[in-house]
């Protein structure tokens, strides 16, 4: 085992050269070492302040360590963490009907990731497909949207379109048939009497906050009735407050069977996930078909219960819009001095910056520079999704240093 003279390791350099030494380089993160977080705000090692903008994907929608979800954990963690599915706790049922009663659904299946909650609504498609619709065995597709991003295990990505995601990882798992996001008539051709369900992100989060063309998700929700096949929204970095509903798809007045959640729905605190939706649908699986050991363990449920109570107040949900019409309004006002285009729906945005300006990469240091964080994503977009906690104040803190770092 390593042993430090001098103690462990405090500074930004070695601390860096630690985890460059000892981990896996699946990540190129920015050169900043976090040693403490609250509200919007977090502190390097070397004792300066950032404002956060990423929101850790929208994992941190209520802030770093919002006090009632810090409590819930702080409770929970005195009596029991974890049974396994193999014994009833006095969390589950609750956490299972609160979070059926905030999203307008009928049951619930809890994961821990959103990968998981994702490889979830697959496997019930798939089976509700032979079980019910009646789709020849071995046979069943779902049709997917290009640019998608909805985690990175191996059959996730054996749908995806990005290469950096594909590369080395096949043989792939078959059964999806990808069409470009936002072209119904590309989706209406796509979808046959094999199509279990259409998988779709209401907005496409990593591929930079694309926002589909107005009538686009109403459309899918036709289609996939006239098919009599499943639609399943990724709600888990749209949903619950981020885009100033509950769920991103509440804005087109269109409901899915099936969601998939998880980020926010883990307060931060801890991964909790959930596949939630129809009940007739989630009714195929059986005990011992699919399973969790950690999935809806009495910690996750404590904190997501205290979430749901957070979200059942809509006060996050006002924020968001609130402080996301200002985010627009300021991000508007850069197009054509440093930015090439914005997309905003909330308190969620995607930035283009120009050829002739910064890469993603370089503004994202420059933010940090600034003290701000944020991350870039396809090299010249930056997103930001701060919490929905922060002030107007921070919130322009924020784009004030974006100004400067896109003008300069």
């Known amino acids: 085992m390593t042993t430090f003279a001098d103690g462990p390791p405090t500074t930004t350099a070695d601390l860096i ?42 994992a941190l929608n209520f802030g770093h360590r919002h006090p009632a979800l810090v409590a819930a954990a702080v409770e929970q963690l005195g009596r029991v963490t974890l049974t396994s599915r193999a014994f009833h706790h006095d969390q589950f049922g609750l956490f299972c009907q609160e979070l059926a009663e905030l999203t307008g659904t009928e049951k619930v299946l809890p994961m821990n990731s959103g990968a998981e909650a994702v490889e979830s609504a697959i496997k019930v498609a798939r089976k509700w497909a032979y079980r019910v619709k009646g789709v020849p065995d071995g046979t069943a597709e779902i049709v997917v949207a290009a640019s998608n991003f909805h985690g990175r295990t191996t059959t996730v990505v054996s749908f995806s379109t990005d ?81 100033g509903q509950v769920l991103a798809l509440d804005h087109d007045g269109v409901r899915a069977d099936l969601y998939t959640l998880g980020k926010a729905l883990g307060g931060g605190i801890l991964p909790v996930s959930a596949l939630v939706g129809r009940a007739d649908v989630l009714d195929v699986l059986r005990p011992g078909e699919h399973g969790s050991t950690f999935g ?59 050829a002739a300006g910064p890469s993603g990469r370089d503004a994202s240091e420059a933010l940090m520079s600034r003290g701000v964080l944020c991350k870039e994503t396809h090299e010249r977009t930056l997103r930001f999704a701060p919490p929905l906690v922060i002030t107007e104040p921070e919130l322009d803190r924020g784009l004030d240093a974006l100004e400067q770092v896109v003008n300069r």
């Open 17 to 58: 050269a630690l985890d460059e030494r000892w981990s896996a380089h699946n990540y190129y993160p920015l050169p900043v070492v976090i040693a403490h977080a609250e509200g919007a705000w977090v502190t390097d090692v070397a004792g300066r302040r950032h404002l956060d903008f990423l929101s850790g994907y929208s």
């Open 163 to 243: 290469r950096t995601a594909r590369a080395d990882f096949g043989p792939f798992t078959p059964g999806f048939v990808v069409v470009p996001f936002g072209d119904s008539a590309a989706l209406a051709e796509a979808i046959s009497e094999r199509t279990a369900a259409v998988l779709l992100e209401p907005i496409q989060g990593e591929a930079g906050v694309i926002i589909p063309p107005a009538g686009y998700l109403a459309e899918a929700r036709r289609l996939c009735d006239e098919a009599g096949a499943l639609l399943i929204a990724d709600e888990i970095q749209s949903g619950l407050a981020r885009t």
């Open 296 to 354: 809806g363990n009495p910690l996750a449920c404590a904190v997501g219960r205290a979430v749901v109570r957070l979200l059942a107040t809509g006060e996050f949900q006002e924020r968001a819009r609130v402080l996301g019409a200002h985010l627009h309004d300021r991000l508007t006002a850069l197009v054509g001095h440093g930015v090439e285009a914005v997309r905003c729906r909330g308190l969620w945005a995607g930035v283009d910056l120009p």
